[in-house]
């Protein structure tokens, strides 16, 4: 059975930083490709960065890169995402999703496994 568990949310200032963590079960993870995805209340689902477990190959969304650094510790099948310079609009539900293949892409459409989910809450 894959499993995603995602930890890490919280609140936070304008500015400050936190560290989610997605711990990963249920397949090969060195050929996985991992994403985080957020979603803010009444807007889409929305691609943020991912990572080839693999090779450590990263991909961001050009409305968090040089903020936010994707990291994976395959010894631990975990997956990180640093999150400095939080702004307001940062706040979201952040989801981890993995496939079984490494893609370079952040359509939630092409990851076949989700978590549950994590709150960031960042205030101004």
């Known amino acids: 059975e894959v499993q995603l568990v995602e930890s890490g949310g919280g609140l936070v200032q304008t500015g400050g930083s936190l560290r989610l963590s997605c711990a990963a079960s249920g397949f090969t993870f060195d050929d996985a490709g991992i994403g985080w995805f957020r979603q803010a209340p009444g807007k889409e689902r929305e691609g943020v960065s991912c990572i080839s477990a693999g090779d450590g190959i990263t991909y961001y969304a050009d409305t968090v890169k040089g903020r936010f650094t994707i990291s994976s510790d395959n010894a631990k099948n975990t997956v990180y995402l640093q999150m400095n310079s939080l702004k307001p609009e940062d706040t979201a539900v952040y989801y981890c999703?993995?496939?079984?293949?490494?893609?370079?892409?952040?359509?939630?459409?092409?990851?076949?496994?989700w978590g549950q989910g994590t709150q960031v809450t960042v205030s101004s």
């Open positions: 999703a993995a496939r079984r293949r490494w893609v370079p892409t952040l359509l939630a459409d092409l990851y076949d496994y």
